[in-house]
């Protein structure tokens, strides 16, 4: 009798000791899936907050590249062409690129201290072209001559500019000269006909023009 209840009592200590062992392995292995599951979770919360962190960062910018002026100078400066000068230059500057003023240009005339504008068209006055404005037309200044000088789209004799004479028919860098030089030393045209004074001018070529100009 002794033998049988120590034989149960033996089968019910490994049982117990089975269940035992096989709790503790459930537990465990609980343990594990629900810190995967939290690692997992982690993992993915870090993964949002530095997709939002990469989104929000503002992008590097570059600096902008240095902002320069190209004019061109023309008239009476020693080598005329289109130069390339610093943001914000004046006028001086411009005229120093050029080659400085020619020994035909007048200097008091224009405001060497004025900035000057990217694209800008410099043209550079000659004694002789001052002397031939009025003295209304002299104190404008600058704009003077380029507004007086194309009324009603036609080219005054009085007050035009070599380059504004150059783009009539037929004439060119020389006989612009040559009326320049007429209008300096006679003075002011009273008749666009009396242009053909002019050497190099004559009936032909006035004909071609004469609708073109005026001394008003």
Known sequence: MNRKRKKQAVTVAVLLFFLAAGLWYYLQGSKIVKQQRTDTEM?????????????TEPP?????????????????VENPGIYTLPADSRLYEAIRMAGG?????????????????????????????????????????????????????????NTATAEQLMTLPGIGEARAADILAY??????????????????????????????????
Not at 61 to 69: G, V
């Open 183 to 216: 209008r300096a030393k006679i003075g002011q045209f009273t008749d666009v006909e009396e242009l053909m004074n002019v050497s190099g001018i004559g009936e032909a070529r006035f004909e071609k023009i004469k609708d073109k100009i005026t001394v008003k």
């Open 101 to 157: 003023f020619s020994k035909e240009a007048d200097p008091a005339y224009h405001n060497l201290a004025r900035s000057i504008e990217d694209g800008e068209r410099i043209y550079i006055l000659s004694s002789s072209e001052t002397n031939a404005l009025t003295a209304e037309q002299q104190v404008a200044g600058e704009e003077g001559p380029a507004a007086s000088s194309q009324a009603n789209g036609l080219i005054n004799l």
């Open 43 to 55: 993992t993915g919360v870090l993964d949002i907050l530095a997709t939002e962190v990469s989104v």
């Open 60 to 76: 590097m910018q570059e600096e902008p590249a240095p902002r320069e002026l190209v004019v061109y100078v023309c008239g009476a």
